[in-house]
Each structure stands twice: as C-alpha cells, then as structure tokens.
C-alpha cells in the first residue's frame, strides 16, 4: 500500500465503535463541527465522519472528501491510537483541506496536541 494512502482500517466504520467515542470521547467544539477524540487499543488513529444538517449528497459528499484528505496528509502528526470523529453541522462549508487544517489545529491546541506539519 502506498504510504499516505487511506485504507478502510483507518476508518471507523462499526456503529458501535461510534457509539464508543461519542459516549466517552473528548468533545472539542469548533464553528458548525465538533471533533470527538477517545484513545483506542490499536497503535494508529483511526477517523469517522457523521453529517447531519446538510441536504445536498454533493455537498456532504464534499465535505467528507474534505475531512478524509486532511486526515490522510496530517494523520502522523495527530494524537497517536485515537479514534477521532468529525461532527458537522448545517454551516460547515469548507472549501479545501487547507481551512479544515487551520480549524483543527485551533481545536488541537486547547487540548495540548502537537500540531500537523506542512
């Protein structure tokens, strides 16, 4: 595989796990999105998506491309074997990984997370 690749082991994907990290995960709120992290047995990271609010697929679909390319190119610099879930509300529109990249590192650093490179 190739390394900044993005295999389905990266992803949650089980309700159950999702249910895991919003009943015991931190909760770290941003304008329109919330990202919810929970330390997991595993030794990476692991990301899950939940939209709700947003009416057109093409814009939901967009914004998943979005959050699943920033997490792809700044996974390594994340907190290490988390599961972190990306909450986003009505509102959230972002036009490039770029912006989602300086939204989170806001969020990351209220919390004491390194931040991403690049």
Known sequence: MKPLALAKSDLI??????????????RLRGKNF???????DRDYNRLGISIHGVKLAVTRNRIKRIIREFYRLNRVALPAAT???????????????DEVKEVILSLLKKIGSPS???
């Open 13 to 26: 994907t089980r309700p159950g796990d999702y249910d895991a990290v919003y009943r015991r995960g931190k």
């Open 34 to 40: 919330s990202l919810i992290c929970l330390a997991n």
């Open 83 to 97: 599961d972190m879930v990306f909450t986003v509300r009505k509102g959230f529109s972002p036009n490039s990984p």
């Open 116 to 118: 991403p490179s690049r």
